[in-house]
């Protein structure tokens, strides 16, 4: 019989290998604690990010391994109560939240109510507590069945990207006319683009190689689409920031020193080309400044309140969730190798921008 737990991990220090660990059958829940099977879970170019990020923004300690040198990337995902221990969460209940690439995880949580079930786990003290709630789909109003492909696959990228241009809209755009989006056939760039085309205070320019120029100007969702090798064509004149989903240190001081003091804003969010060299050297026009956001929930939950946050949101991702259904392609894997594989592509950029990878790591044949 398989192991009820297993967990893939990787090298902090080199992505590349990677190992399962068993655990054999889950212990008995404590009083308060809730174990959910991880039913299925996204894999993009953002859990390279959280890679990237793991130590300096804490996303190692989410799901904590127990080799020191390992770590469990977080993925969004959708997971079903199997065994509870808590008085106010349901056998059955099923929750979209952040969860481990694992076959199930166990939670304390330390509330339950309209915003979601919160994870009160020690570990998770100091983190972002957006991404320390499940949110159980029966009171979703934005959960649609025929949507939870999309819903794991971009939502979580999607309020990356809607958190984003709501904070520079927020701030009149620093004067920029035209939105610089790095890697634009990543699925967060295409998101960001289509809200910042959508509002239409400023053009949306998409950045990509020449090999996805066709794939990203077919979307629509940006107003131009210039490859990286042609940018000293854009107007250096015209103010203009950018939105860095790539982390490319080189592609980057290239549009410093092209718009130089036009540059109004460098808002750093991706590291999809992770490989590529960092520049510390001193850049013309605006300081670069890491996006983080949690602080811009924060911000709009208060002077919104959580339920017409919740309403925005909700009403911007199911506009987008819909116009995606015309260009993604959903690919459904289980089991060890195939989750080994779809890492593995994705950390060498290997995966087509137009596919969106979906795994389980219950075989057929695992118990529950």
């Known amino acids: 019989m398989t192991d009820d737990r297993l967990d893939f991990e990787v090298r902090r220090d080199d992505w590349a290998t990677t190992r399962f660990v068993a655990g054999g059958a889950p212990d008995d829940l404590a009083p308060g604690q809730v174990r959910l099977r991880v039913d299925r879970f996204a894999i993009t170019a953002n859990n390279v990010s959280y890679a990237l990020s793991g130590d300096g923004l804490g996303y190692w300690r989410f799901f904590p391994a127990g080799d020191e040198g390992w770590g469990r990337v977080p993925a969004m995902g959708f997971g079903d109560v199997v065994a509870s221990r808590h008085p106010e969460v349901a056998e059955g209940t099923r929750c979209f939240g952040f969860y481990p690439m694992s076959r199930t995880l ?16 020690k570990h998770r003290a100091g983190l972002a ?18 949507f939870e492909d999309a819903i794991i696959l971009m939502r979580g990228l999607f309020l990356t ?22 890697s634009a056939s990543s699925k967060t760039a295409i998101a960001l ?22 794939f990203v100007k077919g979307l629509g969702c940006y ?42 804003f460098d808002c750093a969010i991706g590291a999809t080309h992770w490989e590529a060299p960092r520049s510390d050297a001193e850049l013309p026009g605006a300081r670069p400044e890491f996006f983080f956001a949690p602080s811009q929930i924060q911000k709009r939950s208060r002077e919104w ?33 195939a989750l080994e594989r779809a890492w593995a592509d994705t950390v060498a950029g290997r995966v087509p ?11 057929p044949g695992a118990s529950d």
């Open 305 to 337: 309140g959580p339920a017409e946050f919740r309403a925005r949101l909700g009403e911007g991702w199911q506009s987008f969730a819909e116009w995606s259904q015309g260009w993604l392609r959903v690919e459904h894997a289980t089991g060890r190798e």
């Open 129 to 146: 507590p957006t991404y320390a709630q499940y949110a159980p789909v029966a009171s979703d109003p934005a959960h649609r069945p025929e």
């Open 223 to 264: 107003d131009d689409v210039v490859t990286y090798d042609a940018v000293d064509c854009l107007d250096a004149g015209a103010p203009a920031g950018i939105v860095d989903m790539a982390g490319d240190g080189e592609l980057t001081a290239t549009l410093h020193h092209h718009y130089r003091d036009q540059l109004k």
């Open 193 to 214: 683009g289509f809200q910042v085309r959508k509002r239409g205070r400023a053009r949306a320019v998409g950045l990509t190689s020449v090999r996805n120029f066709g």
């Open 106 to 121: 166990t939670i304390e949580p330390s509330s339950v109510g309209a915003g979601g079930i919160m994870d009160g786990a």
């Open 161 to 182: 990207s809607f958190l984003a241009e709501d904070f520079l809209d927020d701030a009149g755009l620093h004067g920029a006319e035209s939105v610089l989006v790095t």
């Open 353 to 363: 921008p137009s596919t969106g990878i979906v795994r389980s790591l219950w075989e």
